[in-house]
């Protein structure tokens, strides 16, 4: 595609639900990386994939939050049994080399609202 | 902040003005990078500099990476309404994970 995109823009649950959050990379990039973002805050980095390597997990913040990615495209952030803390924007972004060796393309991010 | 700082976290400057940032960071890197925030959703990336530069440019931008400080500025020269956004540096922590610092959150005044 032209650029990265996520879905939803905005997502509204109510606390205890589940929610799944959807990152189409650029075509051919094969580093994706998911962080969240605090309204007012800085970035606060989630999870790292880099091609076929096991994921760089260290950002999860608790077991509720897992990520995937299938056939090294679509990447999807799932949060199980949502708390109010987990209300914030997420953000996803890819790049065609090694994480940090070049630009990182972002989506505009999924708002979510935990009621 | 244990990943690095970026200062000041506000800056409010009249348009035509130059606007400073500074970011800090802990580790060693390989290069810097940059970014623009516009209304709290996506980042579009603004400059690279590699840890063997000192100063690169770009349009009105002048970035320098002082690796023996682990710090780094961005300049933006003759200040306009549209560059009001929040600014963020970002660095590889770890073997590829990129970190960001907390941002500077600029407003340019008509």
């Known amino acids: 595609g032209a650029g990265v995109s996520q879905s939803p823009s905005n997502k509204v649950t109510e606390k205890g639900k589940d929610v799944e959050l959807r990152c189409d990379p650029i075509s051919g990039h094969t580093a994706l990386y998911w962080y969240r973002q605090s309204l007012g805050q800085g970035l606060e980095f989630l999870i790292y994939?880099?091609?076929?390597?096991?994921?760089?997990k260290s950002g999860l913040p608790s077991d509720r939050f897992s990520a995937e990615r299938t056939g090294g495209s679509v990447s999807t952030l799932t949060i199980q049994r949502t708390q109010q803390e987990d209300s914030a924007v997420y953000l996803c972004?890819?790049?065609?080399?090694?994480?940090?060796?070049?630009?990182?393309?972002f989506g505009s991010g999924t708002q979510l609202s935990v009621l | 902040s244990q990943q690095g700082e970026e200062d000041p976290q506000a800056l409010s400057i009249q348009e035509g003005e130059n606007a400073t940032m500074n970011c800090s960071y802990k580790t060693s890197i390989n290069n810097l990078q940059w970014y623009r925030q516009n209304s709290g959703r996506g980042l579009v990336h603004l400059i690279l500099?590699?840890?063997?530069?000192r100063e690169k440019h770009s349009g009105r931008l002048r970035v320098t990476l002082d690796t023996s400080k682990k710090s780094s500025s961005l300049l933006i020269t003759a200040s306009r309404a549209a560059d009001t956004a929040s600014y963020f540096c970002a660095w590889i922590q770890g073997a590829q994970k990129l970190v960001f610092g907390q941002g500077t959150r600029l407003t340019i005044n008509p």
């Open positions: 972004a890819s790049s065609s080399k090694t994480g940090g060796s070049e630009k990182l393309f």
């Open positions: 500099i590699r840890s063997n530069e």
């Open positions: 994939f880099q091609g076929n390597s096991a994921p760089d």
